[in-house]
């Protein structure tokens, strides 16, 4: 039987809670109208066991049961992995 879940292929903007990652889904569309490009950026709650998964990171993440509030949503794969900052430099956001 296939799996009917949805999902999601987004970058990370926000690591800073426990096993919790917010994900930015990108969607871009062509007006129905007007011809333009449409871009909606929609974020959404990601359960991340590992808690291992920085900012930045490209990820696809699946539909599940609500965990929280919130929350979902949970990381089914990293897809790109952030680079790891060097000691001693600032990461620009």
């Known amino acids: 039987m296939p799996d009917?879940?949805?999902r999601l292929t987004g970058r990370v903007v926000s690591d800073k809670m426990q096993k919790t990652?917010?994900?930015a889904v990108e969607r871009r569309?062509?007006?129905p109208?007007?011809?333009k490009v449409v871009r909606t950026v929609?974020?959404?709650?990601a359960h991340d066991e590992s808690d291992?998964?920085?900012e930045g990171s490209l990820v696809r993440v699946v539909e599940?049961?609500?965990r929280s509030k919130l929350k979902r949503w949970a990381v089914d794969a990293v897809?790109?992995?952030a680079p790891e900052p060097v000691a001693g430099e600032t990461v620009e956001t």
């Open 52 to 54: 291992s998964i920085r």
């Open 29 to 31: 569309r062509r007006h």
């Open 42 to 45: 929609r974020r959404v709650y």
């Open 79 to 81: 897809l790109d992995a």
């Open 33 to 35: 109208v007007y011809g």
């Open 64 to 66: 599940s049961r609500p």
């Open 21 to 23: 990652v917010v994900v």
């Open 4 to 6: 009917k879940r949805k």
